[in-house]
Structure formats: structure tokens, C-alpha cells
């Protein structure tokens, strides 16, 4: 069974860094890409980054590039989202995602001075 377990939100003020993890279980890790999501209170749920399967792959949106990294650690299972420079637009619900439809439960990033 597919298990995605987020952990690493918190209270951060503005142009701080926090850094997500998602730890993975109950498949291949490695055999698939994973995703970070996040969700905006009042929005829909959007993608933030990606990375392929043994990582050499990444893309970002651009409402994040140049401030988030993704990688991910396939000897552990664990994905990460390296958040620097946060911004209060980026307060919202951070999801870990693995195709075609897995889900964590989220772990609230809350940027606010």
C-alpha cells in the first residue's frame, strides 16, 4: 500500500528557509517520480516541483523557481522541497504526490511576520 508522509511545516517569517520531507513506502521509490503540490487557502491544489526518477530531472513553477529545490534520496525513500526566500503567498498546504493519484496529508507551511 502506498504511503507518503510529509513532515517540516512551521511558522516561518518572510525570507526565511524551511525544508520539507516526504518519506515514501510501500512501492519502488525509485521507479517513480514524485511531486510537491501545495494548496492555497481558497485555491486549487497546484504544482510546485517535480523530480524524475533517479532525480537528474527537475522543473519547477515559476512562482517558485530560483527559491526551490526538489531532490530526492532513493536509498531512503525520501523526497525533499528546499524552500528559501519564503514569501507570504507561499503560506498554503504542502502535499508530496506520486502518479496517478497518491497523496500525503500535508504538512501546513505558514510564512507571516
Known amino acids: 500500500q502506498v504511503h507518503l508522509v510529509e513532515s517540516g511545516g512551521g511558522l516561518v517569517q518572510p525570507g526565511g528557509s524551511l525544508r520539507l520531507s516526504c518519506a515514501a513506502s510501500?512501492?519502488?521509490?525509485?521507479?517513480?517520480?514524485m511531486d510537491w503540490y501545495r494548496q492555497l487557502p481558497g485555491k486549487e491544489r497546484e504544482l510546485v516541483a517535480e523530480?524524475?526518477?533517479?532525480?537528474?530531472?527537475?522543473d519547477y513553477a515559476d512562482s517558485v523557481k530560483g527559491r526551490f529545490t526538489i531532490s530526492r534520496d532513493n536509498a531512503k525513500s525520501m523526497v525533499y522541497l528546499q524552500m528559501t526566500s519564503l514569501k507570504p503567498e507561499d503560506t498554503a498546504v504542502y502535499y508530496c504526490?506520486?502518479?496517478?493519484?497518491?497523496w500525503g496529508q500535508g504538512t501546513q507551511v505558514t510564512v507571516s511576520s
Open positions: 504526490h506520486r502518479a496517478p493519484n497518491f
Open positions: 523530480i524524475s526518477l533517479a532525480g537528474g530531472v527537475t
Open positions: 510501500g512501492f519502488t521509490f525509485s521507479y517513480y517520480a
